[in-house]
């Protein structure tokens, strides 16, 4: 795109859509762990509204579609009326300052964890991530259950490697129920008052258990070939978009991520394949993941680029994956997405635009603080600008 001398390209006005957004930084949707029995809590009012500036995305934190779709109730879920009463104040909030914003809908599929199963590379994680105690706000330990007792869900019966017993392969009479699971969910997220839906189909979780072949090893309409691997990832965007319209629905996708044992033997051919046929649906926009992110936390060198994906993709394009201003900058004005989502930084830097604006010093965040359950520290306490100049 052609700047003027001097112009910031993240600050640019952008329309996406029928939305006007007033700059390009994304909020990216972020876990936070600050539910109670998959019910959003009243502090999230606040840690939304601050993220908010007029004109500005924001894409919540993922939400369950299901009883069986989240791996913790601390969690947001969508699939019950109090879930979307507990939502509703919460967009208030964002769009009583001029935003806009999705709800992200999600299965986890295999990864919900399962009581005495749980990872002990899981447990430390955690562990390492709630130096915190949350014993401290009177809130206890954290509860990993399946809920009603009911086994995780996925495209096979593979495992993960720290899992004692395997998920229940779908049948292709209960992928039906499953697709209807998101278009619920987006209906209702449409009824919570949020603006449009992101689905989500990365980082290892269920559609992504569909769309890669190191865990799809199918032998039917859901298997083997591409087309059938995406599938299920495609009937899912069919449903909501016929429920809520294409113009109020995105999709996140990560092909060349490997988490949670889901990598893909072709990634390039495999976001080609769902760029363009994403394209059919005519939704608003496409989410991708950069292949320099591989798995949790690791950022690494990479020759690969998403530019072949936004090239086929006719929608808008957004980007995520350890981008920091200039090279986030250098993004847009090089056409190489129209947004940029940003995690961390956002997190820790509520007023995250201004501070690109000004080029500003960033708060650096804690990440010993992103999944605990204070509903304070870590999370609302970040200071905005005039407070740190």
């Given amino acids: ?27 990216a949707p972020l876990t936070r762990q600050r539910c109670l029995g998959y019910v959003p809590q009243p502090p999230m009012i606040l840690y939304y509204s601050q993220r908010t500036s007029k004109g500005g995305f924001l894409i919540a934190e993922a939400a369950g579609v299901s009883d069986i779709s989240q791996t913790s109730p601390e ?36 990864v919900l964890d399962t009581g005495n199963a749980v990872s002990q590379n899981l447990k430390a994680l955690q562990a390492r991530l709630r130096q915190h ?10 509860v990993w259950e399946v809920p009603n007792g009911k086994s995780p869900v996925s495209s096979s019966n593979k495992k993960l490697a720290y899992q004692q017993r395997s998920p229940k392969k779908l049948t292709t009479q209960e992928i039906p129920l499953v697709v209807d699971d998101f278009r619920v969910a987006a209906r209702n997220a449409i009824e919570a008052g949020f603006d449009g839906v992101e689905i989500h189909g990365a980082h290892g979780y269920l559609i992504d258990q569909f769309l890669k072949d190191e865990i799809n090893d199918r032998t039917d ?16 965007v069919d449903a909501v978009v016929k429920e809520i319209g294409g113009d109020k629905v995105g999709i996140r996708l990560s092909p060349f991520a490997n988490y949670s044992e889901s990598g893909d033997s072709n990634p390039e051919t495999l976001g080609l394949y769902m760029a363009e046929s994403l394209n059919e649906f005519k939704i608003l926009y496409c989410h991708m993941v950069e292949p320099r992110m591989k798995s949790v936390f690791e950022k690494v060198d990479c020759l690969d680029s998403l530019v072949p994906m936004r090239k086929a993709f006719k929608g808008t394009f957004i980007s995520a994956g350890g981008y920091g201003r200039e090279d986030g900058n250098k993004a847009v004005a090089e056409n190489r997405t129209d947004l940029v989502a940003y ?44 407070t740190t100049i």
């Fill in 1 to 27: 795109m052609a700047n003027k001398e001097g112009e910031i390209s993240l600050l640019t006005p952008y329309k996406m859509g029928k939305f006007e957004l007033s700059h390009r930084v994304v909020l």
């Fill in 75 to 110: 969690m947001p879920g969508i699939w019950t009326k109090e879930q979307v009463e507990g939502w509703k104040p919460i967009v208030d909030a964002v769009h009583a300052k001029g935003g806009i914003f999705f709800c992200q809908l999600i299965h986890v599929g295999r």
């Fill in 133 to 142: 105690s949350l014993d401290r706000v009177g809130l206890g330990a954290s």
């Fill in 221 to 236: 309409e859901y298997g083997g070939s591409l087309e059938n691997r995406c599938r299920f990832a495609l009937e899912v």
């Fill in 343 to 386: 995690g961390r930084l956002f997190l820790a830097n509520p007023d995250l635009p201004k501070r690109f604006e000004l080029n500003a010093p960033l708060n650096k965040y804690d990440r010993s603080t992103f999944y605990t359950r204070d509903p304070v520290v870590g999370y609302t306490d970040y200071p905005f600008l005039e």
